[in-house]
């Protein structure tokens, strides 16, 4: 327990350093120097450091201290914890911002100054880091000096099956950070901590899970049993696939080169309203207060809404389209025949 005392207390003040140093940075610094440079290095050299030690406990902890993986796993969780609490906004991973630049949310020349501050920050802690080795507060670290100059490589499939690995992790990574991007960081910080630990115990024994470049690249590229070209394809060639893959499949097209849509089809948010055919020359007129009027000569069936003078309150008869021929005087058969119902115009109110 005196190992895992030590590294606990690296790790704190490892968080610390970075800490104090991003705050510093924040007050002496322009914003945008700070955003992209001061905290991806601080950001990516808080994470490399923690990750060699954590290394340590993953090789030489389960049999010179007796860890069991349910440790190591919560030690990473927590350590991811840790991590979004911390840096301030920095990704420390150059496939996460190539994402940004591949979204158009990051210009270039930031971008670029990003991937330089995040690749300082990994070889500072790669170098400090075997200093604090060096003093031997524990026996793993005696260890680790023994074993430092044989490290064993990372890669322990082939070179195709560790290139779909770290590629499947990628997609899966910023797929989840694409789809939590717009949440608060009190549900963001555990959802991703939770993802990382969970590739991690899951692609751990093949390729490590790194799916970083610039840590990958620090931390295993100088270790002996594959080629620079072969590290190449499975710890930067997979990455960056998969994450290129991710914003494909989420927003269906690269907003930086072109803004067509490849995958999905956009549908019109306005809808055409349908034209209302023009009515045909026998078909029933419509008035203005909602009363269809039936010409004369036509019978229709309907009801006839009755005012309190037992008349329709929209009755208008219409007329004929001339003077029709002049009639004598009215005799009782004739006004009994023009007051029946098909003879006289009638208004039917809808």
């Known amino acids: 327990m005196a190992g895992l005392n030590v590294s606990l207390s690296f790790f704190l003040a490892t968080i610390a350093l970075c800490q104090a140093a991003r705050r510093a940075s924040k007050a002496l610094l322009p914003a945008g120097t700070y955003n992209s440079f001061a905290r991806e290095a601080a950001g990516a050299a808080q994470l490399g450091a923690c990750c060699l030690e954590l290394r340590v406990l993953?090789?030489?902890?389960?049999?010179?201290?007796?860890f069991g993986p349910d440790l190591l796993l919560t030690l990473l969780f927590l350590?991811?914890?840790?991590?979004?609490?911390?840096?301030?906004?920095?990704?420390?991973?150059?496939a996460v911002s190539?994402?940004?630049?591949?979204?158009?949310?990051?210009?270039?020349?930031?971008?670029?100054l990003k991937l330089v501050a995040q690749v300082l920050g990994v070889q500072a802690a790669c170098t400090l880091t075997p200093l604090y080795w060096a003093w031997e507060l524990s026996d793993l670290h005696t260890l680790q000096n023994l074993m430092a100059a044989h490290c064993s490589s990372a890669l322990r499939t082939t070179v195709l099956h560790g290139a779909l690995v770290e590629g499947a992790c990628a997609l899966?990574?910023?797929?989840t950070l694409l789809r939590l991007q717009h949440s608060l960081p009190i549900y963001r910080v555990p959802a991703v901590a939770l993802l990382v630990t969970i590739l991690a115990y899951t692609a751990g024994p093949l390729t490590s899970a790194f799916f970083n470049p610039a840590?990958?690249?620090?931390?295993?590229?100088?270790?002996?049993?594959?080629?620079?070209?072969?590290?190449?394809?499975?710890?930067?060639?997979?990455?960056?696939?998969?994450?290129?893959?991710?914003v494909l499949l989420y927003h269906g097209h690269l907003p930086r080169l072109f803004q067509r849509n490849l995958l999905y089809s956009q549908k019109n948010k306005y809808r055409i309203p349908k034209g209302k055919p023009a009515p045909g020359p026998?078909?029933?007129?419509?008035?203005?207060?909602?009363?269809?009027?039936?010409?004369?000569?036509?019978?229709?069936?309907?009801?006839?809404?009755?005012?309190?003078?037992?008349?329709?309150?929209c009755e208008r008869p219409v007329r004929g389209r001339g003077p029709g021929p002049r009639l004598g005087p009215r005799t009782p058969e004739l006004r009994e025949h023009q007051t029946r119902p098909h003879s006289s115009p009638e208004t039917i109110c809808q």
């Open 79 to 94: 350590l991811f914890l840790a991590h979004g609490a911390t840096f301030d906004g920095a990704s420390a991973n150059p």
């Open 172 to 175: 899966v990574f910023h797929l």
């Open 215 to 246: 840590l990958a690249a620090s931390v295993t590229f100088h270790c002996s049993g594959h080629t620079l070209l072969e590290y190449a394809q499975v710890y930067w060639l997979g990455p960056l696939t998969g994450m290129v893959l991710a």
């Open 58 to 66: 993953v090789e030489l902890g389960p049999w010179a201290g007796g």
């Open 98 to 112: 190539l994402q940004e630049l591949l979204l158009a949310e990051a210009s270039v020349p930031s971008t670029l």
């Open 282 to 313: 026998g078909d029933t007129q419509v008035s203005s207060e909602g009363c269809r009027v039936q010409e004369p000569g036509q019978r229709g069936v309907g009801r006839q809404l009755l005012g309190s003078s037992g008349h329709g309150p």
